[in-house]
């Protein structure tokens, strides 16, 4: 099925580090198609984090990073601050689809 | 520094079609391409498709094979997406983005217009 698959919302404490998921499959993360990790803050249009499974466009933080398993990605972000609070969207590309998947979004709320 | 201006909202009846533009600037437009990408109220990103700044090959997402058509003017470095036969559920924000694949699809997408709100209402 050509779906990824993130938590709908994850929650840390201010300098906490906390991971979101994204599962994909064979006919895409699994197939070896890059993952990239968009944030999206209220209002205002995506923002790219991460790109090519663990690489950081200039101005991103280090405290964001990438990394990705077999048929699974994830996106850690530590030292946690309140200005994260966004959603954050896992994307691959799909063979099965010959197209560009979006995961569900994960909702961050910072305590 | 790169922008990507895109135009403004737009209330459509159903059954309606609607252009979006996007201009873009501060780099080589024929040396990227252009992806576009939806948000409907309460719902996360949708991929639409993905055109080339370099030859205008383009690629739909499957769902809206039919539907939809994007362009490019090399000349004005503008993008154009419309979708035709409009229903309530096309409701949404629509983005362009800079797609650093020019030839192919990449999905890396490093810049973004701000946005067009697309209203589908009888």
Known sequence: ?111 | QVQMVQSGAEVKKPGASVKVSCKASGYTFTSYGITWVRQAPGQGLEWMGWISGYNGNANYAQKLQGRVTMTTDTSTSTAYMELRSLKSDDTAVYYCARDRGVVVITGTLDYWGQGTLVTVSS
């Open chain 1, 1 to 111: 099925q050509s779906v990824l698959t993130q938590p709908p919302s994850v929650s840390g404490a201010p300098g906490q580090r906390v991971t979101i998921s994204c599962t994909g499959s064979s006919s895409n993360i699994g197939a070896g198609y890059d993952v990239q990790w968009y944030q999206r803050l209220p209002g205002t249009a995506p923002k790219l984090l991460i790109y090519a499974n663990d690489n950081r466009p200039s101005g991103v933080p280090d405290r964001f990073s990438g990394s990705k398993s077999g048929t699974s990605a994830s996106l850690a972000i530590t030292g946690l601050q309140a200005e994260d609070e966004a959603d954050y969207y896992c994307q691959s590309y799909d063979s099965s689809l010959r197209g560009v998947l979006f995961g569900g979004g994960t909702k961050l709320t910072v305590l």
